[in-house]
């Protein structure tokens, strides 16, 4: 399984003030080893990435108050992640994390690109270090992400972390098995004291029958409690899902804010954000299924917090099939999602101001860019 190691950054948050993120729900194309015109597709995921960050960068509108930009897991081609590093370091403001779904590359391939930045990520490279010196595994494939932190006195910083969960090559007989990822960075935030992690996919349900990744995520959330007084604030989940709403993902979200067996003060007020890949997604895929649906990313927050459902053309806010929880629920298309993060002690509780909104909703344009969406009228409200 894996291990949490806790990373201090600077990241001057506004104070007693909600933050903001962006989802963007981007169609992504499967790669195989068979690929026509590999190249070509390799340039049009960049350009897809690039027009967000060239938006985010022009910051229209409230957009230069985002401080966490997602992006969903395996997008970013490693050959352009020198272009994305490079716009973020001259054009984002300060204060602003993103996080980039890498696609696969090989594990010496993904050593050599972990030793780039030894400083801030040695205990992954230490943990890769132990694996390559057990067996021959140099080209073992990797998923991972990039976790890019522009800091308040604008120096940059990259994290890097595997995935940990098998994939389904890993249950044929040839070996197309994954590297298992061991190390996930906690991010501590000063002087606002902000936490927050980024998991890939199904490291989200991971578990043996010795351990679970999110009873881990719980338990170190907990410490964090208990010797702080600090909550983990935030949580990102990056996907590229076929099955978003799966029964598994579901019963995941009912045990991390349930505590049907234990108080869980590290979680309660945690913020859990999927950011999946868009329908279009299903286009590059040999086969697929109409269970296969992508998109419906989502933002979920403590039942506490008491978001009556309602239902907007654009996104719907329910309670995951009576979860102990509020959802808020986004579409299958092509979209970009900019809402904020509610701050667990900005809330009075004689107040009914609703804690999550959405800022604006961005739609692609014929020409490669992004327009904003006029947000719909409310269409059913059940309080």
Not at 99 to 127: K, V
Not at 309 to 323: E, N, S
Request: hydrophobic share 40%.
């Amino acid at each position: 399984m894996f291990t949490i190691v806790e990373k201090t950054v600077q990241l001057d948050f506004p104070l007693g003030h909600h933050l903001h993120c962006m989802i963007s729900q981007l169609p992504n194309h499967i790669r195989f080893d068979d690929e026509v015109q590999p190249e070509q597709i390799t340039d049009d995921k960049w350009q897809r990435i690039k027009s967000v960050l060239d938006l985010v960068a022009t910051g229209p509108g409230n957009l230069k108050k985002l401080h966490f930009l997602l992006f969903p897991e395996s997008t970013l081609p490693v050959a352009h992640i020198d272009d994305a590093l490079t716009m973020i370091q001259e054009r984002f403001c300060a204060n602003t994390v993103v996080m980039l779904g890498m696609e696969h590359i090989p594990l010496h391939a993904f050593a050599a690109l972990s030793e780039r930045f030894a400083a801030d990520n040695q205990e992954m490279i230490d943990a890769i270090a132990r694996d390559r010196n057990s067996g021959d595994i140099e080209n073992l494939r990797v998923n991972f992400a990039a976790i890019v932190i522009k800091e308040a006195d604008g120096q940059t910083r990259v994290f890097l972390q595997a995935k940990s969960h098998p994939f389904a090559g890993e249950e044929s007989l040839g070996n197309r098995d994954l590297y298992h990822g061991k190390v996930f960075p906690l991010f501590r935030s000063k002087p606002t004291g902000f936490n927050f992690m980024a998991m890939i996919c199904f490291d989200y349900i991971y578990r043996t029958i010795y351990q679970s990744n999110i009873s881990t995520v719980i338990q170190h959330a907990n410490e964090l409690f208990f010797s702080t007084r600090q909550h983990l604030d935030f949580l990102a989940i990056l996907e590229c899902n076929p099955k978003p709403e799966h029964a598994t993902f579901r019963d995941v979200v009912n045990g991390f804010y349930g505590e049907y067996l234990a108080a869980a003060p590290g979680v309660r007020e945690t913020i859990t954000v999927f950011c999946n890949s868009a329908e279009a997604t299903r286009d590059s895929l040999p086969m697929v299924t109409p269970n296969d649906t992508f998109g419906h990313s989502s933002v979920i927050i403590h039942k506490n917090h008491k978001m009556a459902p309602r239902k907007l053309r654009d996104f719907t806010v329910d309670t995951f099939a009576g979860l102990p929880v509020c959802r808020l629920r986004f579409g299958p298309q092509s979209r970009l999602y900019y809402f904020n993060l509610p701050v667990f002690h900005e809330f009075d509780p004689r107040s009914t101001r609703m804690p999550l909104k959405v800022h604006s909703i961005f739609e692609p344009t014929p020409s490669g860019g992004w327009q904003r969406m006029p947000l719909s009228p409310e269409a059913t409200s059940n309080e």
